[in-house]
Nanobody, 127 residues
C-alpha cells in the first residue's frame, strides 16, 4: 500500500522559511516521480514543484519559481520542499504526490496524473 506522510508545516511570518518533508513507503520510491501540490480555501489544487525520474528534471509553478526547491533522498524515501521568502499567498494545505515514471515530463505539475496522495500539511504565512 502506497503511503505518503507530510510533515513540517506550520505558522511562519512573511519572508520566512519552512522545509516540508514527505516520507514515502509501500512502493519503489527511487523509480517514482514526486511532486508537491497545494490548495488554498476556495481554490483548486495547484502544482507547486515536481521532480521527475526521466532526466532528473525539476518543474516549478510560476508563483514559486526561485523561492521553492524540491529535492529527494532515495535512501530515506523522502521528498522535501524548501520554501523561502514566503508570502501570505503561499498559505495553503500542501500535499505530496507520487506517480510512476512512465508519464510524460510535461505533465509533471498536472494533478490528474498523480494517483497517490498524502493527507497534507498546513502552511500559514502571516503578514
Amino acid at each position: 500500500e502506497v503511503q505518503l506522510v507530510e510533515s513540517g508545516g506550520g505558522l511562519v511570518q512573511t519572508a520566512g522559511s519552512l522545509r516540508l518533508s514527505c516520507a514515502a513507503s509501500g512502493f519503489s520510491f527511487s523509480s517514482y516521480d514526486m511532486s508537491w501540490f497545494r490548495q488554498a480555501p476556495g481554490k483548486e489544487r495547484e502544482g507547486v514543484a515536481a521532480l521527475t525520474i526521466s532526466g532528473g528534471r525539476t518543474f516549478y509553478g510560476d508563483s514559486v519559481q526561485g523561492r521553492f526547491t524540491i529535492s529527494r533522498d532515495n535512501a530515506k524515501s523522502t521528498v522535501y520542499l524548501e520554501m523561502s521568502n514566503l508570502k501570505p499567498e503561499d498559505t495553503a494545505m500542501y500535499y505530496c504526490a507520487a506517480r510512476a515514471s512512465y508519464y510524460p515530463s510535461w505533465s509533471a505539475l498536472q494533478r490528474s496524473s498523480y494517483p497517490n496522495w498524502g493527507q497534507g500539511t498546513q502552511v500559514t504565512v502571516s503578514s
